[in-house]
């Protein structure tokens, strides 16, 4: 059964970088599509960016582009999200999800979630 398990969360300044790593146990990353979410307090579930099973394609929500990446490792298992000039904004905890294909609606074998506050 596939494994999800999100980490490198962590409080960190405005404009300040962090790395996020979601890790994938139980099965082959390979031929998953791989989605990072975030949830805010009192908000919905949003995407945030998704890359696709060979890492060919990544897409990302408007309010990350050109600040987030996203980026696999199929060897170690391993989808990170690399995170600059972050804003108080992206304050969330932070999940990611799998799924076939980038354009699927339904993602699944969420992990726990790691925690992001951008903050001074």
């Known amino acids: 059964q596939l494994r999800l398990v999100e980490s490198g969360g962590a409080l960190v300044q405005p404009g300040g970088s962090l790395r996020l790593s979601c890790t994938i146990s139980?099965?082959?990353?390979?031929?998953?599509?791989i989605g990072w979410f975030r949830q805010a307090p009192g908000k919905e579930r949003e995407r945030v960016s998704c890359?696709?099973?060979?890492?060919?394609?990544?897409n990302y929500a408007d309010s990350v582009k050109g600040r987030f990446t996203i980026s696999r490792d199929n060897a170690e298992n391993t989808v990170y999200l690399q995170k600059n000039s972050l804003k108080p904004e992206d304050t969330a905890i932070y999940y990611c999800?799998?799924?076939?294909?980038?354009?699927?609606?339904?993602?699944?074998?969420w992990g726990p979630g790691t925690q992001v506050t951008v903050s001074s």
């Open positions: 139980g099965d082959t990353l390979t031929y998953y599509a």
């Open positions: 999800g799998s799924a076939y294909v980038c354009s699927s609606r339904y993602f699944g074998s």
């Open positions: 890359i696709d099973s060979s890492g060919s394609s990544t």
